[in-house]
């Protein structure tokens, strides 16, 4: 079992930066894939971006490719999401989430296919 918490959230202007962390306990955390997602007030979680068990391999929705860069450092059992542009259709509570796997390419994208979520990190951003 892993647990999952978020920071690095809070108040942006458009067009700057942020830096989200998730740190995750345990010793295996090169095991799972790692995921973002982020809910908006009155809709459905979505897909942000994944990585599998080495940063290699990512994937990330249309509307942050470019924009937005997830990595993990294994050796701090840390995954990030660097969001660079911000735009005020980014305002949302971001969530970490976790997956363990065998395959070292798996980034899945939709939300039952992870295990395990944080509590989550506001994001606002103002025009």
């Known amino acids: 079992q892993v647990q999952l918490v978020e920071s690095g959230g809070g108040l942006a202007q458009a067009g700057d930066s942020l830096r989200l962390s998730c740190a995750a306990s345990g010793r295996t955390f090169s095991t799972y894939a790692m995921g973002w997602f982020r809910q908006a007030p009155g809709k459905e979680r979505e897909f942000v971006a994944a990585?599998?068990?080495?940063?290699?391999?990512?994937k990330y929705a249309d509307s942050v490719k470019g924009r937005f860069t997830i990595s993990r450092d294994n050796g701090k059992n840390t995954v990030y999401l660097q969001m660079n542009s911000l735009k005020p259709e980014d305002t949302a509570v971001y969530y970490c989430?976790?997956?363990?796997?065998?395959?070292?390419?798996?980034?899945?994208?939709?939300?039952?296919?992870?295990?395990?979520w944080g509590q989550g990190t506001q994001v606002t951003v103002s025009s």
């Open positions: 990585v599998g068990r080495t940063s290699r391999f990512t």
């Open positions: 989430a976790a997956v363990q796997t065998d395959s070292a390419y798996y980034t899945p994208a939709r939300k039952a296919e992870y295990d395990y």
